[in-house]
Nanobody, 125 residues
Framework: VHLVESGGGLVQAGGSLNLSCAAS????????MAWFRQAPGKEREIVAV????????YYGDFVKGRFTISRDNVKNTVSLQMNSLESEDTAVYYC???????????????????WGQGTQVTVSS
C-alpha cells in the first residue's frame, strides 16, 4: 500500500493550496482517511478526517473553517483545500488511512495504519 501526497509548496500568507493524496495497493472506500501535519519542533497533529462515505468530517480546532477535506472513492484519493493560509500553517502535511472500518472518526495517530511520505507546506508572512 502506498499513499502519495502532492500539492505542497511555498505560498504567501492569505493564499491557498490544494493537497492531494493518491492511494494505491488497496481501496479505501470503506475506511476513514485523514490529514495530519508536523511543524518543526512540534508533535504531529490532526488536521482533518473524513469518513468512508464523505458524510462525516472532523477538523482540528486551529482550522476555523479555512480548510475542507474531501475524497473520491472511485479515484481512491483524498484532498485538502486550504484557504487563508497563515505562517503558523507551515509544516509537513501527511496523508493517512485507517485499514479498519469504524463507525466513528479516528482522530489520533495510533488509529491510522498507512502513511504517506509527507509534503512540505511553507507559508511566508
Amino acid at each position: 500500500v502506498h499513499l502519495v501526497e502532492s500539492g505542497g509548496g511555498l505560498v504567501q500568507a492569505g493564499g491557498s493550496l490544494n493537497l492531494s493524496c493518491a492511494a494505491s495497493g488497496r481501496a479505501f472506500s470503506s475506511n476513514s482517511m485523514a490529514w495530519f501535519r508536523q511543524a518543526p519542533g512540534k508533535e504531529r497533529e490532526i488536521v482533518a478526517v473524513i469518513g468512508w462515505n464523505g458524510r462525516q468530517t472532523y477538523y482540528g480546532d486551529f482550522v476555523k473553517g479555512r480548510f475542507t477535506i474531501s475524497r473520491d472513492n472511485v479515484k481512491n484519493t483524498v484532498s485538502l483545500q486550504m484557504n487563508s493560509l497563515e505562517s503558523e500553517d507551515t509544516a509537513v502535511y501527511y496523508c493517512a488511512a485507517d485499514r479498519k472500518w469504524s463507525s466513528r472518526l479516528p482522530k489520533v495517530e495510533a488509529d491510522y495504519d498507512y502513511w504517506g511520505q509527507g509534503t512540505q507546506v511553507t507559508v511566508s508572512s
